[in-house]
């Protein structure tokens, strides 16, 4: 989606008038503490893009599987512990149901 968006910019008349800054904040989640035996992180593509160099230092080797939403994150990791998600805060409310 953010690419389409840059690339409407340059085939369409629009123009930048204002840029707002967006915090944004992932969270590592999973079904027990710590990170010891995580074997897959699944999340949404930008949020694996956003921590890819966290993931490098702190999960290497570690699967990384693209899903539809981070929601959809939480709730894969919450079905299995050796697993984790990498989502904001709310989605951890989402997995639950």
Same mark, same amino acid.
């Given at each position: 989606?953010?690419?389409?968006? #840059?690339?409407?910019?340059?085939?369409?008349? #629009? +123009?930048?008038?204002?840029?707002?800054?967006?915090?944004? !904040?992932? /969270? #590592?989640?999973? +079904?027990?503490?710590?990170?010891? $035996?995580?074997? +897959?992180?699944?999340?949404?593509?930008?949020?694996? &893009? !956003?921590? !890819? /160099?966290?993931? /490098?230092? /702190?999960?290497? $080797?570690?699967?990384?599987?693209?899903?539809?939403?981070? *929601?959809? &994150?939480?709730?894969?990791?919450?079905?299995?512990?050796?697993?984790?998600?990498?989502? $904001?805060?709310? &989605? *951890?409310?989402? *997995? +639950?149901?």
């Amino acid at each position: 989606a953010f690419s389409r968006a #840059l690339d409407l910019l340059v085939t369409t008349p #629009l +123009k930048n008038c204002a840029e707002v800054v967006v915090r944004v !904040q992932q /969270n #590592l989640m999973r +079904k027990r503490v710590g990170m010891d $035996g995580i074997i +897959k992180v699944y999340s949404h593509a930008q949020s694996l &893009a !956003q921590t !890819q /160099n966290w993931l /490098n230092r /702190n999960l290497p $080797g570690v699967d990384r599987v693209t899903v539809e939403s981070n *929601a959809e &994150a939480a709730r894969l990791a919450s079905l299995d512990e050796n697993t984790a998600a990498i989502a $904001g805060a709310n &989605a *951890a409310g989402a *997995a +639950k149901g």
